[in-house]
């Protein structure tokens, strides 16, 4: 069964910090996709990235960056210099095409970026 | 932005009756699901469904029910709602294809906040 584990609830860092969001995921599927999406104050969720399972190069965007560990399980997402726009929910969530791409979130982490 | 319209936004009902909400979508996408938001659970998929007519259950289906008539409209269902079910419902869309990862995300609609009184 797909399973996808965001350990952190909450997260709280000043302006310009670098912090990091660990996502776990667990499958038996091969083939499979992960995501990170993005929930500001406004309630709309952002997709952020896509990763296929086959594909572990880690990706950077900006201030964004993704480390893609297939030997861990882990797709974690690392944001440089944190703004105060950066503050929201992130999630983390996992498809698989044995699954019938049923997509599965993790409980999100809250992020606070402090002036 | 992906043409996916939710509606209602906003509903308050009463325990016991019925409620339907609507998910309908422009971009001729293949999948279709409905999820709940509640606080410390993220997004829970209720229900989803890979074509016309056919759907299949996620994590969280008892007490919902859902249609697929047409490629373009999801509808979700609670017969019967409870105080437990309110929530915030968002629909997603994805197009996802074994040969590749093209359209495997999901785009959200911009959910609809139910509440059972």
């Known amino acids: 069964a797909q399973k996808v584990t965001q350990a952190q609830t909450e997260i709280s860092v000043v302006e310009k910090e670098d912090v990091t969001l660990d996502c776990v995921y667990e499958?038996?599927?091969?083939?499979?996709?992960l995501f990170w999406y993005k929930q500001p104050p406004s309630g709309e969720l952002v997709f952020l990235i896509r990763?296929?399972?086959?594909?572990?190069q880690n990706e950077i965007s900006g201030r964004y960056s993704w480390n893609f560990q297939k030997s861990t399980s882990s797709f974690n997402f690392t944001i440089t210099a944190s703004q105060v726009v950066d503050s929201a929910v992130y999630f983390c969530a996992l498809s698989e095409a044995g699954g019938g791409f049923k997509t599965i979130f993790g409980a999100g982490t809250r992020l606070f970026v402090k002036a | 932005d992906a043409g996916i319209t939710q509606s209602p936004r906003h509903k308050v009902t009463e325990t016991g009756t019925p409620v339907t909400l609507r998910c309908h979508q422009t971009?001729?996408?293949?999948?279709m699901y409905w999820y709940r938001q509640d606080p410390g659970h993220g997004l829970r998929l209720i229900h989803y469904s890979y074509g016309v007519k056919d759907t299949d259950k996620g994590e969280v289906s008892d007490g919902y029910s859902v249609s697929r008539s047409k490629t373009e409209d999801f509808l979700l269902t609670l017969e019967s709602a409870t105080s437990s079910q309110t929530s915030v419902y968002f629909c997603?869309?994805?197009?996802?294809?074994?040969?590749?990862?093209?359209?495997?995300?999901?785009?959200f609609g911009q959910g609809t906040r139910l509440t059972v009184v």
């Open positions: 971009e001729n996408h293949r999948y």
């Open positions: 499958t038996r599927d091969t083939t499979y996709y």
């Open positions: 997603a869309i994805s197009d996802p294809s074994n040969t590749g990862q093209r359209n495997t995300e999901a785009f």
């Open positions: 990763r296929n399972s086959f594909d572990e």
